[in-house]
C-alpha cells in the first residue's frame, strides 16, 4: 500500500473520531449517572461542555489534514485540500445532528424543549462553528473565487442553520417568550435547510455550460 493511500486510510478513520468518542462518552455517562431509557440531562451536560472532548477533536482532525496532505503530492495537494474542506463542512452538520438527536432523548422527544437542551452544550456548537471557519480558511476560492448569485442561496442557508441555536438563544436573553424564541430558531433552521438543499451543490463549484455542452458534442 502506497504511503498515499495509507494517509488516506489514517486520515478517513481520524475524521470519525470526533463522532464516535462523542457518542461512547455520552453512553458511558448515561450509564454511570442513571439507568432510564432516555438520557439524563446531566449526562447530555457532561459531554456536550466537555473541553477533553472538544480539545481531542480538534487535534484529530487537524492530524487528518495534516496526514492526508504530507502523503500527497505536491502537485494533487490543492485537490486534497478542497476535498478536506468540504469533509469539514460535513462533519459539521453531522456533530450538530448527533448533538440534537442526543438532546431529543434528554427532552423525551419534544422538539421545542430539544432545541433549549440543545444550546446549553456548548461544544457541539463552538465545534461545528470551529469546523466550518476553519474549512473556509482551507479554501476561501470556494467562496470568493466563485461568488455568483446563484452560490447566495447555500451561503445564506449554511448562515442560517448554524446560526439558528444562537437565534434561540439570543432571543430568549432578550426576555422574548420561550416559544416566540424556540419558533425563531426553529424557522431560521427550516429555512437553512431548504436553502441548501435547494443549492446545486454546498459551497460547490458550478460546472460552465460550456463545459457540458462540449462534454455533451464529444
Not at 58 to 69: G, H, K, R, Y
Not at 187 to 216: H, M, Y
Amino acid at each position: 500500500m502506497s504511503s498515499k493511500d495509507q494517509g488516506e486510510d489514517i486520515a478517513f478513520l481520524l475524521y470519525f473520531v470526533p463522532i464516535v468518542v462523542s457518542i461512547i462518552y455520552g453512553v458511558y455517562e448515561w450509564y454511570t449517572v442513571a439507568h432510564t431509557s432516555a438520557m439524563p440531562f446531566l449526562a447530555y451536560a457532561i459531554v456536550a461542555k466537555s473541553q477533553y472532548l472538544f480539545l481531542v477533536s480538534l487535534v484529530a482532525i487537524c492530524v487528518a489534514i495534516i496526514i492526508e496532505v504530507r502523503s500527497t503530492s505536491i502537485p494533487l495537494r490543492e485537490g486534497i485540500v478542497k476535498d478536506n474542506s468540504t469533509r469539514l463542512q460535513i462533519l459539521a452538520v453531522a456533530v450538530l445532528i448527533v448533538s440534537f438527536a442526543a438532546s431529543l432523548s434528554v427532552a423525551n422527544y419534544s422538539f421545542v424543549n430539544a432545541f433549549s437542551i440543545f444550546i446549553v452544550g456548548r461544544y457541539p456548537l463552538i465545534y461545528a462553528f470551529f469546523l466550518v471557519g476553519i474549512s473556509l480558511l482551507l479554501s476561501p476560492r470556494q467562496i470568493l473565487g466563485n461568488a455568483k448569485i446563484s452560490s447566495l442561496p447555500e451561503i445564506i442557508g449554511l448562515v442560517l442553520l448554524t446560526a439558528s441555536p444562537v437565534i434561540f438563544y439570543l432571543g430568549y436573553k432578550v426576555h422574548l417568550s420561550f416559544v416566540a424564541s424556540a419558533v425563531a430558531g426553529l424557522v431560521a433552521a427550516i429555512v437553512g435547510i431548504v436553502l441548501v438543499v435547494s443549492g446545486p451543490a454546498l459551497f460547490g463549484k458550478k460546472t460552465p455550460k460550456s463545459v457540458v455542452t462540449n462534454q455533451q458534442t464529444s
